[in-house]
């Protein structure tokens, strides 16, 4: 829809709900690579899944890298192209809601890898925008690490991480759900025995996540 400034994908309901979940894809990828991830958790809901704005390769991505401090394990956001997400992100939220007669109260929020690291920056800045949030395979962004905002205090936030990533180490991941946890958020934190990917035990614990929130 033009009026949601993020490309996207949008699959109705089958009931007749207001309910939505939010969903930003991993580096390289599309609005449709976690689409099946978003449809098998339980519930009805509108699923709007955005495309990032910038092309990689055959896919898509939220913003650059920054390796000055020794590497992928330790990258960071650009800064400047992940404050240009964020607003994005948070820009298409607001239009979507309108565009789709969503219940502002009964909004999730999906990521992976990139998308797990803007998500979990997102309810940092408007925590009160979000009824829960999963993160997969992300870390905390540097930039947002410090940030205790209103509103996070009890915030449902899922956090998985692989015991064998090679792209996002699960201690990044563990780290991430530490300081949400010092954040104020209620966290749910495991790691799974696969690599960078979501897979069906991961799934499977994600969706009992969601089922306590629906």
């Known amino acids: 829809m033009t009026d ?9 309901p089958e009931s007749d709900t207001d309910a939505g979940l939010f969903v930003l894809h991993g580096r390289g990828a599309d609005e449709k690579d976690l689409l099946p991830v978003a449809q098998r958790l339980p519930g009805d809901r509108h699923v709007i899944s955005f495309r990032a704005p910038d092309r990689l390769q055959g896919g898509y991505t939220w913003y650059d890298l920054d ?32 565009a789709y007669d969503l219940d502002s109260e009964r909004l999730g929020l999906l990521g992976f890898s990139q998308g797990a690291i803007t998500s ?12 829960w949030v999963a993160a997969h395979h992300g870390y905390l962004a540097e930039s947002h ?8 205090a009890g915030k449902p936030v899922f956090v998985g991480a692989g015991a064998a990533d090679q792209i996002i180490p699960a201690n990044r991941c563990e780290a991430a759900a530490e300081g949400m946890r010092e954040a104020g958020a209620d966290v749910t934190f495991e790691t ?8 069906p035990d991961e799934l499977d614990a994600v969706s009992q996540f969601v089922e306590q929130y629906d």
């Open 67 to 98: 390796l000055s401090a020794g590497g992928l394990e330790q990258s960071q956001p650009d800064p400047d192209g992940f404050r240009r997400s964020l607003d994005l992100v948070a820009e298409s939220i607001d239009a979507a809601v309108d």
């Open 4 to 12: 949601v400034p993020l490309e996207h994908v949008h699959r109705d």
């Open 192 to 199: 799974f025995g696969g690599g960078h990917g979501i897979g």
């Open 120 to 131: 979990l920056s997102l309810v940092l800045e408007q925590p009160d925008t979000f009824a």
């Open 145 to 152: 690490a410090d940030r205790s905002p209103e509103g996070i």
